[in-house]
């Protein structure tokens, strides 16, 4: 009996790396109106990027309730003899604190819930390093030890096309700085616990040059990757290019960003994410 992983569907961890790694995802919620749905379940992220951009409807997002947590620790609980479960940073969504309760409830297997301070492969790096640990037959302590070590060497930069979904969805935090002061440029943001103002650039393309060397700035490091949204694709390609001279090209993980996350970032995002050596 191994240790199992839990994280939320916010950590954009690959389905088909999930699996190879035995990965338990909890999904977040999206509705659009009265219309709901289990996020990348019921609603595929090209779907949901194409109704997001037909405006019609501003979509919400809710975190997966304390039940849903539950279940999911219940039926795992019967073949591992420990849990950890990892997730986005607690000022961001209440998903934390849900997954808490659920363990709370949940009784005859210890359960080790994590805060990961981050968003996305920010805190999809920390599961697919906890897997790998229960993998090699480490407990849950020495894991999630290993784990918490990680969470301050986490690093997240991003370029948006608008503010305005981090604005209506409540998510904004302390970049409402930026606000009435944006004309014609893209909005830079990182992540320390919460998003937080950073520079301001004329263009995708100078933000892939800034984050470029902001991560360089920081390495080296364990694990690396790049995200986008939809439009971003070709600009995070050109990232995760850029980024081959302190990274193994081969290695640097390109994921989609997961339709939560753009409900409250909006298309066109572009970013880097990784885990510093020290």
């Known amino acids: 009996m191994s240790v199992a992983v839990v994280v939320d ?11 190879e790694f035995g990965i338990t995802s909890v999904p977040l919620m999206i509705m659009f109106g009265n219309e709901q749905y289990r996020d990348n379940i019921d609603l595929s992220n090209d779907e ?7 405006g019609k409807v501003h979509p919400t997002t809710s975190q997966p309730s304390p039940g849903d947590f539950a279940e999911a620790y219940e039926r795992l609980a019967k073949d591992h003899e420990g849990i950890i479960s990892i997730h986005v940073s607690g000022t961001m969504s209440g998903t934390v ?4 309760q659920a363990a709370n409830m949940v009784e005859g297997v210890p ?7 981050s968003v996305s492969m920010g805190f999809g790096f920390l599961a697919l ?32 096309d608008t503010l305005k979904y981090l604005e209506r969805g409540g998510r904004i935090g302390k970049a409402q700085a930026f606000l009435g002061s944006l ?5 830079m943001v990182y992540v320390r616990g919460e998003v937080l103002p950073g520079e301001r650039v004329r263009s995708h393309k100078k933000a892939v040059a800034r984050m470029e060397e902001l991560a360089t ?6 694990h690396l990757g790049v995200l986008y949204s939809t439009t971003g694709r070709d600009h995070a390609l050109d990232l ?3 980024l081959g001279s302190i990274y193994p090209r081969e290695q640097i993980f390109i994921s989609q960003l997961t339709s939560v996350i753009g409900a409250h970032g909006g298309p066109g995002i572009v970013g880097v994410t990784g885990i510093k050596v020290r």
């Open 9 to 19: 569907s916010t950590s954009d961890i690959p389905q088909e790396m999930r699996e």
């Open 48 to 54: 949901f990027y194409a109704r997001l951009e037909e």
């Open 97 to 100: 604190r849900s997954a808490q």
């Open 111 to 117: 359960i080790r819930v994590i805060d990961s301070g």
């Open 129 to 160: 390093e906890a897997a790998r640990m229960a993998r090699e037959g480490q407990k849950l302590d020495e894991i999630a030890t290993a784990v918490e070590a990680m969470v301050p060497r986490i690093v997240l930069w991003a370029v948006l």
């Open 183 to 187: 004309l014609n440029v893209k909005p």
């Open 217 to 222: 700035a920081e390495a080296p490091y364990t």
């Open 240 to 242: 995760a290019d850029r």
